[in-house]
């Protein structure tokens, strides 16, 4: 038995440089039930996971090297925040969401 689960695009904020960011250009948010990473990097938004999938480290704890990977602050593990993939080597993939900013705010599709 399958079940097809419909995304929607949620609203995150109207003003996403109100948001609060830390210094590591990263933040926490809640969407419908669910916690997530935002990223800010190159004038750009990215949505990830907010738990490393290797031993649940919080990514916002981590930082953005200066190829915009993010870095676990556990154990050291990189990912690309576009796609989620490990770029360290150790094989995990990190949850990515797509975002959209349009005219009345910042969206997320979940």
Sequence with gaps: MFFNKEQVWYRLTDAPDALPWQANQMCLVEVNGKTLTLARYNNAYYAFAHKCPHASGIMADGFLDAQ?????PL??????????RNTSG??????TYPLESRADGLYILL
């Excluded at 154990?75 to 989620?84: D, S, T, V």
Aim: charged share 20%; net charge positive; aromatic share 20%.
């Design 68 to 72: 915009g990977q993010v870095v676990c």
């Design 90 to 95: 150790e094989g995990y993939y990190l949850k």
């Design 75 to 84: 154990h050291r593990y990189r990912f690309n925040i576009q796609n989620g």
